[in-house]
């Protein structure tokens, strides 16, 4: 399995980025996104299934980040709005063959397959 993860650069704080997750050849019954900024554990930022009956958002990004599938590329779309310097992190996205429910959605453990990551910078 091969998940691309991309769409990370630099940005100002209060503007915007958008992080693409593309699974090779199919699609995965839930997409997760996770970040890991330096000398920190990774920590969850949102899980969707891919039928988008279940998403599932961290309070520290609710109202500032979406998630959206690219149905053509197989594809999970984080976007991010209003960034912030604390949001500075490297983002991984992961998948799962299976259809987590809510709560296991911001489990490590939980997921199958992981990208290489994708660096994303805020500066203030």
């Known amino acids: 399995v091969q998940l691309q993860a991309s769409g990370g650069g630099l940005v100002q704080a209060g503007g915007s980025l958008r992080l693409s997750c593309a699974a090779s050849g199919r699609s995965y019954g839930t997409y997760g996104w996770f970040r890991q900024a330096p000398g920190k554990e990774r920590e969850f930022v949102v899980g969707?299934?891919?039928?988008?009956?279940?998403?599932r958002i961290a309070d520290s990004v609710k109202g500032r980040f979406t998630i959206s599938r690219d149905k053509a590329n197989n594809a999970v779309i984080l976007q991010m709005n209003s960034l912030k310097p604390e949001d500075t992190a490297v983002y991984y996205c992961?998948?799962?063959?299976?259809?987590?429910?809510?709560?296991?959605?911001?489990?490590?453990?939980?997921?199958?397959?992981w990208g290489q990551g994708t660096l994303v910078t805020v500066s203030s």
């Open positions: 992961a998948v799962d063959s299976r259809n987590l429910i809510w709560s296991s959605m911001a489990d490590n453990d939980a997921y199958d397959y």
């Open positions: 969707t299934r891919w039928s988008g009956s279940t998403t």
